[in-house]
């Protein structure tokens, strides 16, 4: 049985809410369906006030309406276990039930009614889809794909290339079309197909890159078919229909002048009103059919009666015939031989052409018919170059020179190649889109449109080799190979065949033109405005609006200029193979984005069309590549560099769309395969590259604290290698999960502010040193593991009454030596220069004092390689001794740089033994002293009590045999009980009179100094001397970071070593290496 569900009103805290619904609800609770809570038609009953505790955001889906957070209370006992979930997951029942009411509905291509309610709002009323198979892609698909080739070039090909040649062009083009059909019935069926057709496919395929280059290609082809549509029109006209139309004897200029005007009476008949060119598609399809079976009555009327048309030859030469009628030099009239008007076109007085003078004329049948034989003969090709005589060769014929008359013969008008034909030929098999661009109107789009499409090739497939065969069956060679007819009083060829009168082929070819033009400035535009409403391309988005029933309007005119330019171009035969390269590049992309998803297996690749392979794809997709390069390699290279530069257009460009592509899958199948070999090798010293990971802070808004952080980042990367941006929350995840979301959104938007290529990763802990340390452990994945980490300096960790932050240094420097990772940590990272910023001179100092690897030396090089740091010089310096050669030592770092090919300024720097001078003494004393205030104001007022007794005894015996020798000290001289107000007043108290005592006074305070510290003070202060005297002025300078104390009990003392060592310097990189070897001399 049903389950009731009631929903019960639940009031806001504020009391918000109209009075109707207060209304509504008065009379307590109301049973409601679930299709009324999820329905997006129901707000009012769904309305409620927010709840509280709601504030997570839920994915949104097509068919459950999300959009009400108010809290519902289900009394039905069957479902109570679910009952808190039913917001965000809605019972099946429902979910049925949106999926069945579901409509997928066309683009544009369909006039709805309009109509106004009550209120003046205009509605929409849209008629389900009703149209099958046969009526929504068989026929769109034949009417698409038989046209204008069929009608006026199919003679041609077959009279130049033979019947195996054409047999063999068809063949190709065919099983190129058959194959991508097949791909693209697998990626029709794999889900519902909204409108759109080969770019929707293409698009959520192969991801927005692909989609929009190639859906541009297709626009582009549909485009310039158009144009070929509208030639083929006005050489229909001006040839067959009104032959004296023609304004200028250069072919092509009427083709120009005529076709514009063709071109904008068609452009205005879209704008007025597209559901007339819908209308008038069944007279075009009407048409194409009368045609081909005009065609094959007219070679079944062979067999019967042949044709009383005749061709004539001069020799062997073709001759037009439209100025005489009698094919002979004389002829008898009355008994009376008389010249006839072919003598007149010869001669000129008493003198004749020679040619003419020393061959006979020939008449012959233009259709000898299927049993003539005449098959034999038209079996190879007979090509030429251009406007040579169109010759019988098996005609006898004697060679004379040419006079250079203008004489009727019927001439070659463009040079004819294998490939040539290819070109002109492939558009007469496109078109197989056309059932799918209907997706929308279809019933059932799944099943109709594999079957209809290639039910449409395989028909269209078997009418053209079946009229390739009867041509050259049929009809003689010579005027077969002539284009236009000239040599059977200007008829179409294939009207010379057709049954009963050439009139029904120049009808139908007529319109079947006009109407696939009218076709593509339909579809041309709707998919152009497609492509720029996904916002892919982002100087395309204009041509997203139109009329206020959706109407292209700025995509028609860019349609139409485009169009011009195909028509400018004046000639059939050199549109043809340009669209073929669009159309080709189209179809490539439909066989890979197939291949691709069946290789990738990806779980929601489940086509219901099973007759597929890869193979196949892969197949049609190198026959696609095969035919681009064969119809025309210089086309080919243009269209494939107009595709490559719209991709990387909109890979840089382009918006961010997430739409499940094949290559999305791809890259991460890839990925993987590539992170599971990393791993197989250890990696190689000469593929080592600095793997950052980058230690960020942020503030209290969540922004990046130092930016320049990312931009030295970017100089010391320029884009290659892994760089992951990460920082660390205090708190728990289910307290700051949000928080962590917004500064990950925000480290993003400063990555892409700097032009950072990388990942970026926050992490909420308890603690920042746990965070830090989950960070160094686990960032990156298999051999893409980050080794290097970048942090900056700790300002102000010395006046901090906390001192977790010299902590969570000096256990970030500890676990990284751990790790075997490098550390870099810069000083003043807020003073390094942007990546906007031009260093124009300077140098880069190094100050190589330890070898841990190589680093301080791919460092500098790496830094030189980026603009910003591009003038500046690298120096290196090294610290002697004694003992050491200061000489050959600078010979062998010379050396070394050498072979390690970097350029760079070597100097050594010598540092004698020397005295502790008595400033080393008081550093090292002042940062013993402060240590002891910091632990003590670290405990508690009765352990600080405790500690402060202890001190004092310990130091009043350890200074009482020197109060016994020394009478003039006051007993109270020196005493370490420390709180912060005393620890000011003494060392003021020191400070006055430093200036009268003798500095060796204080020795005895020094002697119970830690001789480590001091040793270790002593280095810091004199390496600090030297640096500050040779790289002061220097950009950046570079150094050994120093590793902390195994001893944690002088960590605190580590960090006032470091600051001493960097004391007065501004740039400063410390850098600690990983324990392996970065650099190598080997090539």
Known sequence: MPTNFTVVPVEDAEGSGSSAQTDRFAGGSKPVSLGEIFGEEDDEVNSQGPHPGDDLQRESTPFINTDDDGEHYYEGKNMALFEEEMESNPMVSSLLNKLANYTNLTQGVREHEEAENEDGVRRVAVMVPQMGTFIGVYLPCMQNILGVILFLRLTWIVGTAGILGTFAIVSMCCICTLLTAISMSAIATNGVVPAGGSYYMISRSLGPEFGGAVGLCFYLGTTFAGSMYILGTIEILLTYVVPTAPMFNEVSNNMRVYGTCCLLLMALVVFVGVKYVNKLSLVFLACVALSIMATYAGVIKTLIELPGINVCLLGNRSLKNDKFDTCAKTELVKNVTVITDLWHLFCDNATCDDYFALNNLTELRAIPGLLSGVIKDNLWGDYGPADTHIEKKSQPSVQAKDSGRNLPYVF????????????????????????????????DAQRSIPVGTIMAILTTSFIYISCVVLFGACIEGVVLRDKFGFSVKTNPVIGILAWPSPWVIVIGSFFSCCGAG?????????????????????????????????????????????????????????VAPILSMFFLMCYLFVNLACAVQTLLRAPNWRPRFKFYHWTLSFLGMSLCLSLMFISSWYYALVAMVIAGCLYKYIEYRGAVKEWGDGIRGLSLNAARYALIRLEEVPLHTKNWRPQVLVLCKLDSDLVVKHPRLLSFTTQLKAGKGLTIVSSVLEGTFMARGNDAKTGDKNLKTAMAAEKMKGFSHVVVSSNLRDGFSLLIQSAGLGGMKHNAVLMAWPTGWGQARDSSARRNFIETVR????????????????????????????????????????????????????????????????????????????????????????????EVVEMHESDISAFTYEKTLV???????????????????????????????????????????????????????????????????????????????WENLNQSNVRRMHTAVKLNEVVLKKSRDSQLVLLNMPGPPKNKKGDENYMEFLEVLMDGLDRVLLIRGGGREVITIYS
């Open 412 to 443: 070659n008008d463009i040079a004819t190649y294998f490939t040539l034909l290819v070109g002109i030929y492939f558009p007469s098999v496109t078109g197989i889109m056309a059932g799918s661009n209907r997706s929308g109107d279809l019933r």
């Open 518 to 574: 009218l076709q593509s400035l339909t579809g041309a535009p709707r998919l152009l405005q497609a492509i720029a409403r996904d916002g892919i391309i982002p100087f395309l988005q204009v041509f997203g609006h139109g009329k206020a029933n959706g109407e292209p309007t700025w995509a028609l005119l860019l349609t139409v200029g485009i169009c011009e330019i195909g028509i400018l171009i004046g000639s059939l035969d050199a």
């Open 815 to 906: 676990e990284t030596t751990a790790a075997q990772q490098a550390l870099l940590v810069a000083k003043n990272i807020d003073h390094f220069p942007g990546n906007h910023d031009r260093l124009k001179e300077g140098t880069i100092d190094v100050w190589w004092i330890v070898h841990d690897g190589g680093l301080l030396m791919l460092l500098p090089f790496l830094l030189s390689q980026h603009k910003v740091w591009r003038k500046c010089k690298m120096r290196i310096f090294t610290v002697a001794h004694m003992e050491d050669n200061s000489i050959q030592m600078k010979k062998d770092l010379q050396m070394f740089l050498y072979h390690l090919r970097l350029d760079a300024v070597v």
């Open 927 to 1005: 940062m013993e002293q402060r240590s002891q205030m910091l632990k003590q104001m670290q405990l508690s007022r009765t352990e600080r009590e405790r500690e402060a007794q202890l001190i004092h005894d310990r130091n009043t015996a350890s200074h009482s045999a020197t109060s016994d020798r020394d009478a003039g000290a006051t007993p109270d001289r020196v005493h370490m009980t420390w709180t912060k107000d005393k620890l000011v007043n003494e060392r003021n108290r020191h400070r006055e009179g430093m200036g009268v005592k003798d500095i060796f006074n204080m020795r005895p305070e």
